[in-house]
């Protein structure tokens, strides 16, 4: 850090951006823990969240991802019970798994997925990992599969 400027060796101010380890939260989003950072002199954050919070299988859900830019990311929905949504033999083909690259103007990312009809009802999470300058974030996003004869969470 540069104590004339208060700005990191990348040009960043010093605590300007969240770093550190996931953070889930029951409202459909998720971002890395303040203050803590990884061994990469880069500050950097991630933030996503996961619309509708509540699902009905059959339907679309949305994960968007918010982090710097050119970042490398990637995400897995693991439904309840702990299976995972990737296609088999990775997983049970629930749906909710793919891979890309942030935006280079403003790090947003999102994917949209159908969940399948029969995925099992009850509490899921979206798993995104992102990578950058030799550092990785993880962050678990909540959303629930709705029960499919009430179609309420």
């Given at each position: 850090?540069?104590?004339?400027?208060?700005?990191?060796?990348?040009g960043v101010?010093a605590?300007s951006?969240?770093?550190g380890a996931?953070n889930?939260?029951?409202?459909?989003?998720a971002?890395?823990?303040?203050?803590?950072?990884?061994?990469s002199?880069?500050v950097?954050?991630v933030?996503?969240?996961?619309?509708?919070?509540?699902?009905?299988?059959?339907?679309?859900?949305?994960v968007?991802v918010?982090?710097?830019r050119?970042?490398a990311?990637?995400?897995?929905?693991?439904?309840?019970?702990?299976?995972s949504?990737a296609?088999?033999?990775?997983g049970?083909g629930?749906?909710?798994?793919?891979?890309?690259?942030?935006?280079?103007?403003?790090?947003?990312?999102?994917n949209?997925?159908?969940?399948?009809a029969?995925a099992?009802?009850?509490?899921?999470?979206?798993t995104?990992?992102?990578a950058?300058?030799?550092?990785s974030?993880?962050?678990?996003?909540?959303?629930?599969?709705?029960?499919?004869?009430?179609?309420t969470?």
């Amino acid at each position: 850090m540069n104590p004339a400027t208060g700005s990191t060796s990348n040009g960043v101010p010093a605590g300007s951006h969240p770093a550190g380890a996931s953070n889930g939260s029951s409202t459909g989003q998720a971002s890395d823990v303040p203050g803590q950072r990884g061994s990469s002199s880069y500050v950097w954050s991630v933030t996503a969240h996961v619309t509708p919070t509540c699902v009905v299988a059959g339907r679309t859900a949305t994960v968007t991802v918010k982090t710097a830019r050119n970042a490398a990311l990637a995400y897995v929905a693991v439904y309840a019970g702990e299976k995972s949504g990737a296609a088999p033999p990775f997983g049970y083909g629930y749906g909710g798994n793919a891979d890309g690259y942030s935006s280079p103007v403003d790090g947003s990312w999102a994917n949209t997925w159908t969940v399948r009809a029969d995925a099992p009802t009850g509490k899921a999470r979206v798993t995104v990992v992102v990578a950058w300058h030799q550092t990785s974030k993880q962050v678990d996003v909540p959303f629930t599969v709705a029960d499919p004869l009430s179609g309420t969470c």
